[in-house]
């Protein structure tokens, strides 16, 4: 419906969505509405060729996949769930590009970052020269009364250089961003290395804010 592009006008940065891709047409519905001059196409994303991605020269990939095959409260079956497929297909396609983005980011719940989905993300970013960071970000950083976490994957095109980090994080995001969003000491924003260890430290966080707010919501 339109939640990557909202975020991506209201961050600043200028940019221009060269397509928008959902097979739910309700859901398409709501984007031409919200985006009344952004391209929407209601196709399944599987039929999509690798050609046809490059003829886009799109700088940034922005990318949800469903969250059903990953979420804690699911049966967890990742790559095997056939909701996984359309994300896996646009992997796959990942070498063969002639234009690849810039920039890939990607979103979904707290659990695809113990998936094999997400191994063989990292494992396909690398071999085609992306530098990788990922993040378990919740709402309540940013002022939003929500405690739900959300990975993050950010991904940078570094063709002959080193992949195996992005700059830092101070480098990459304004004070202002910082200041908004602190690095909380059960580290919430994980880089790479310690993304598991970090992880559940901030469930455990997360639960016990969680756990807190019901209570004084009771009270």
Known sequence: I???????????????????????PIANDVYRHNFKDTAVSS??????????LDNYRADVFLMSPPCQPYTRQGLQA?????????????????????????YILIENVKGFDTS????????????????????????RQCGIP?????YYLLATHVPGGDTGTLPSLDAALSQDVLITLPVLS????????TLRHASQSVAASTAAEASGEERSAAA
Do not use: W
């Open 78 to 102: 990742g790559s095997s769930d056939p909701r996984s497929r359309s994300f896996l297909v646009l992997l796959d396609a990942l070498p063969n590009l002639q234009n690849p983005p810039r």
């Open 43 to 52: 196709r399944n994303i599987e039929s999509i060729s690798a050609e046809e």
């Open 116 to 139: 094999e989905t997400r191994a063989e993300t990292i494992r396909v970013l690398h071999s085609c020269s992306y530098a990788v960071e990922e993040y378990l970000v919740s709402p």
């Open 146 to 150: 929500n405690s739900r976490l959300r």
């Open 186 to 193: 059960s580290g919430l924003l994980a880089s790479s290395a």
């Open 2 to 24: 339109g939640g990557m592009h909202f975020a991506a006008k209201a961050c600043g940065v200028p940019c221009e969505v060269a397509s928008a891709f959902d097979i739910n």
